[in-house]
């Protein structure tokens, strides 16, 4: 046996990241952040169809067919909440050019909490945006309440009872 006492409770020294890998880092998630952003803003309902193989019509969305893909599926199960991820993600890497920018390391859980929050406000009271989402093509023009203002995440947690179509209320509101 050694008699060197080992402290296993210190965590190890990371090591320093370098200007390089820094830069690297802040181009790669602000391009991902931008990419994000232009797949949102450029949805266009009409890819849902060619996305489910009904139609053969070239990607309307200006990030392209992954950006189709992508668009649709976050508005799917999140609603506008995704508006806002993004705007929060690309934020998070603008922030970082500024001069007196120190790292923090909960960003990450407060961006989950931010846009699990923002999801189940959504679909606490979705008439109120019934019409944004209407305006994109994926809302209910003769039912508001059915709006996906939410998404789906939002609806299943906590959307409000619908007795006249038979719905029950989310799980949240029981």
Same mark, same amino acid.
């Given at each position: 046996?050694?008699?060197?006492?080992?402290?296993?409770?210190?965590?190890?020294?990371?090591?320093?990241?370098? *200007?390089?890998?820094?830069?690297?880092?802040?181009?790669?998630?602000?391009?991902?952040?931008?990419?994000?952003?232009?797949?949102?803003?450029?949805?266009?309902?009409?890819?849902?169809?060619?996305?489910?193989?009904?139609?053969?019509?070239?990607?309307?969305? !200006?990030?392209?067919?992954?950006?189709?893909?992508?668009?649709?599926?976050?508005?799917?199960?999140?609603?506008?909440?995704?508006?806002?991820?993004?705007?929060?993600?690309?934020?998070?890497?603008?922030?970082?050019?500024?001069?007196?920018?120190?790292?923090?390391?909960?960003?990450?859980? !407060?961006?989950?909490?931010?846009?699990?929050?923002?999801?189940?406000?959504?679909?606490?009271?979705?008439?109120?945006?019934?019409?944004?989402?209407?305006?994109?093509?994926? !809302?209910?023009?003769?039912?508001?309440?059915?709006?996906?203002?939410? !998404?789906?995440?939002?609806?299943?947690?906590?959307? *409000?009872?619908?007795?006249?179509?038979?719905?029950?209320?989310?799980?949240?509101?029981?």
């Amino acid at each position: 046996m050694s008699s060197e006492k080992k402290d296993f409770y210190r965590a190890p020294r990371e090591e320093p990241e370098t *200007p390089q890998s820094r830069w690297v880092r802040l181009i790669a998630g602000g391009t991902v952040s931008l990419l994000i952003i232009l797949a949102l803003a450029t949805f266009d309902v009409r890819d849902v169809s060619m996305l489910n193989g009904g139609v053969e019509s070239p990607c309307r969305n !200006g990030a392209g067919y992954v950006g189709a893909v992508f668009s649709y599926y976050s508005l799917l199960l999140f609603g506008l909440a995704s508006y806002a991820a993004a705007a929060v993600l690309l934020l998070h890497f603008a922030r970082r050019f500024l001069p007196n920018y120190k790292k923090g390391r909960t960003f990450w859980l !407060g961006f989950l909490l931010f846009f699990a929050g923002t999801t189940l406000l959504l679909g606490l009271s979705p008439e109120l945006f019934s019409d944004w989402m209407l305006r994109i093509g994926l !809302g209910s023009a003769t039912h508001p309440v059915l709006s996906p203002a939410g !998404g789906v995440v939002g609806q299943v947690f906590t959307a *409000p009872p619908v007795p006249e179509l038979g719905l029950a209320p989310g799980v949240l509101r029981l």
